[in-house]
């Protein structure tokens, strides 16, 4: 049995992960999963949301260690996670994630990629701190092979998005680089693009990188053949 720590990404909370949870109890896994600071039921005002409290919201939620999975911008606050924590943490899991790397932001990361296509539905908050993603694209960008009814679900959750994580360049050394880590590619992507995520993990050990026909939101697409991986990569 592996204990997983789901960890979700922009604009989500732990209630994108309601059809994985199941899937990994039946194969029998411990899996759990958290609202990161100012998401979810998570009272913390966006305005005062940093990288460092995703990071440390990580790591208070670890009581033993675990196989760690960011999805999308959750890439960046589980890397903290290990740079700052490595003993609580046996595989980092990157979800059609920003694999971190070591002095750059997420912003700086999503500029490199060869498109952008999430950019065309953002629309920022009036105070310029967050932003939001417009719900009529949604389905578009997130969820477009995903089953009936998702869109009206997740459309009634989502949340704004903090800045300020997503623009902190993150600082990572030898801690971050002990843990073993695997990427989970998603190839009909429209949020980061498959190429990207290619390249993100260009020189990973091939073990170490699967591939899955989805788009940006594989737990609600295909949460039985996401826990397949999972548990593929639990049991090495």
Request: net charge negative.
């Amino acid at each position: 049995m592996a204990d997983f720590l789901l960890i979700h990404g922009s604009c989500h909370g732990a209630w994108c992960w309601r059809d994985l949870l199941p899937e990994l109890h039946a194969r029998g896994h411990r899996a759990r999963a958290i609202d990161l600071p100012g998401h979810g039921d998570d009272p913390t005002p966006y305005a005062q949301v940093s990288l460092h409290d995703y990071a440390q919201a990580i790591i208070d939620a670890i009581d033993t260690p675990v196989y760690l999975v960011g999805h999308s911008m959750a890439g960046f606050p589980i890397t903290l996670a290990a740079q700052l924590a490595p003993e609580r943490i046996t595989r980092l899991i990157y979800l059609c994630a920003y694999a971190a790397q070591d002095g750059k932001s997420l912003v700086d990361m999503r500029r490199e990629a060869p498109r952008q296509p999430l950019m065309q539905a953002v629309r920022k908050t009036a105070d310029g701190l967050a932003f939001t993603v417009d719900p009529a694209q949604t389905a578009q960008v997130f969820y477009h092979d995903c089953p009936e009814g998702t869109v009206e679900y997740a459309n009634a959750r989502l949340c704004p998005q903090p800045i300020a994580p997503q623009a902190t360049p993150i600082t990572l050394g030898r801690q971050a680089a002990s843990v073993p880590r695997s990427y989970i590619r998603c190839d009909d992507d429209r949020t980061i693009p498959p190429e990207y995520q290619r390249q993100m993990t260009e020189g990973w050990p091939s073990q170490d990188v699967y591939a899955m026909p989805t788009g940006h939101s594989p737990f609600f697409a295909d949460p039985a053949g996401l826990a397949d991986i999972l548990d593929r990569i639990a049991k090495g």
